[in-house]
């Protein structure tokens, strides 16, 4: 079956680490984002990528990273400069060439810091 | 600003109850999302309308683009309906790019 695979499911940070999210897609998408969820908020984009090798800031990008070196996987590092990184993390995509498009979500990742 | 704005943020209802759900949105949005989050933090995507009005199963999503306003029906509410549902804006930039509102939580009680 298609989809976006997240993982972990669960992570811990320890003070001063970076650690990083996997995201991956089957479903030939060319654009993928990381969306960041906080209690009682809406989901705010940290960064999105429509094509291999190029990738663009969202609204709070700062203390994060991204690559996409294949058109199916699209990696958040979560760097040590992030200070408050507790969040769930939501990574999505949708095909481009049409304008409008449903974004297709995968399960998730809640990040704590221990 | 692009904005999209929900409400109610709570709802709590008895099973077989109607529930409607409201969004209203800025300029610049060129389509609606409806999405829902269930407990464990998965989103689906349920709806994406620039127009008029769709169905499926007991949901039904209508939008009315002169007022930028969307309304999320459920008919013959279940508890199984109990989740968050989140209405996001399109903005086409290059890439689409999603605005949300900050979702409302839906309890159906049996």
């Known amino acids: 079956d298609g989809g976006i695979t997240q993982s972990p499911k669960y992570l811990f940070r320890k003070e001063g680490q970076n650690v990083t999210l996997s995201c991956e897609q089957n479903?030939?998408?060319?654009?993928m984002y990381w969306y960041r969820q906080d209690p009682g908020q809406g989901l705010r984009l940290i960064y999105y990528?429509?094509?291999?090798?190029?990738?663009q800031k969202g609204d709070i990008a700062e203390g994060y990273s991204v690559s996409r070196e294949k058109k199916e996987s699209f990696p958040l590092t979560v760097t040590s400069a992030q200070k408050n990184p507790t969040a769930f993390y939501l990574c999505a995509s949708n095909p481009l060439g049409v304008d409008k498009n449903i974004q297709y979500f995968g399960a998730g990742t809640r990040l704590s810091v221990l | 600003k692009n904005e999209v704005e929900q409400s109610p943020q709570n709802l709590t209802a008895q099973e077989g109850e109607f529930i409607t759900i409201n969004c209203s949105y800025s300029v610049g949005i060129s389509a609606l999302h409806w999405l829902q989050q269930h407990p464990g933090g998965g989103i689906v995507s349920l709806f994406m309308l620039s127009s008029g009005k769709k169905k499926h199963g007991r949901l039904i999503a209508t939008i009315n683009i002169q007022e930028k306003h969307s309304s999320l029906h459920i008919t013959a509410s279940h508890p199984r309906d109990s989740a968050v549902y989140i209405c996001a804006g399109s903005i086409i930039q290059g890439a689409q790019k999603l605005v949300f509102g900050q979702g409302t939580r839906l309890t159906i009680n049996p």
């Open positions: 479903l030939n998408h060319d654009a």
């Open positions: 990528s429509q094509i291999v090798n190029d990738f």
